[in-house]
């Protein structure tokens, strides 16, 4: 079913449309200093190609009460989500009210203060898995920036370096979807990995230890179209990666 509905949104999305056009999300200061909102927004971003941007007001607010949705829950404090009937503000409710942004708010560790919870009793809207990119062109980008050290196929089998796991090893993990999003922020990646708009610049005391790899968000949701597609590898056992 999973592969249906994937397959499907790669024909039916094949051409993203990428709007540069930030939303702003208002939200009450504790939550804002949680570090939460620098946690979902870059997913979500990176997910639809539609940024929302922390902002002290904004077409969109998080309240601690009603009217709106409740969203998420921290301290016996139900947060509300207000938005406008926009297309897009829509599309960012849905996503916080599905499974994928449920267990992204949920994933979030603050640094003081407990975990916020997105478990409510509300009906949930569907989101299926679509994946925008273009799988053509990941391939070409995975190659080029992944086979650097991966094994990402046929393509490049004789060249991956040995310690590093095999896009096929990846592709097999229940969860690789949400590690290939987030691939930038999983070690060895952040010291030499840029992605346009959501990492800051290298810290100049720590210079990139190898050629930088640099990608936008667009071109890394192409990378993940093509995940999308080649076939996880058949090992039998689950699989630990350390
Ligand atoms: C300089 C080498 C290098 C490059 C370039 C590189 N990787 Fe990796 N990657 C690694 C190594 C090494 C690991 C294994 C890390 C471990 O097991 O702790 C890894 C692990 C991963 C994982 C699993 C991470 C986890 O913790 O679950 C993903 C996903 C991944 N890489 C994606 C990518 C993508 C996508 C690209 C290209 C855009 C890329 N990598 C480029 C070296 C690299």
């Known amino acids: 079913m999973r592969c249906v509905l994937l397959c499907l949104s790669l024909t039916l999305y094949a051409s993203p449309s990428w709007s540069q056009e930030e ?15 620098k946690h979902i927004l870059p997913r979500f971003s990176l997910k639809t190609g539609i940024r929302v941007v922390a902002a002290e007001t904004g077409e969109m607010e998080l309240a601690v ?25 829509l599309r960012f409710r849905d996503w916080l009210l599905s499974d994928i942004g449920k267990r992204t708010v949920e994933s979030f560790a603050p640094a003081d203060g407990g975990a916020f919870s997105a478990s409510f009793e509300i009906t949930a809207i ?8 273009d799988a053509a062109l990941g391939e070409e980008l995975s190659l080029t ?9 046929p393509q490049n089998r ?21 590690r290939f999003e987030a691939f930038y922020v999983l070690n060895p990646h952040p010291a030499f990995t840029q992605i346009e708009g959501i990492t800051p610049p290298f810290d100049p005391q720590r210079p990139s230890p190898i050629f930088p790899l640099a990608i ?17 590898a058949d090992l039998g056992a689950p699989l630990q990666l350390q």
């Open 23 to 37: 939303l702003g999300l208002a939200a009450p200061d504790e939550v804002q200093q949680s570090g939460l909102l």
């Open 145 to 153: 920036h992944c086979g650097r050290c991966h094994v990402i196929g």
């Open 65 to 89: 009460g009603p009217p709106g949705d409740p969203v998420f829950e921290r301290d016996a404090i139900i947060y509300h989500l207000r938005i406008e009937d926009d297309a897009r503000q």
């Open 216 to 232: 936008t968000q667009e071109e890394l949701e192409a990378i993940l179209a093509f995940v999308a597609v080649v076939s996880a």
């Open 126 to 133: 569907e989101e299926e898995i679509e994946i925008d990119g």
């Open 158 to 178: 004789m060249n991956g370096l040995g310690s590093t796991p095999s896009f096929a090893v990846l592709r097999a993990m229940p969860d690789w979807s949400e």
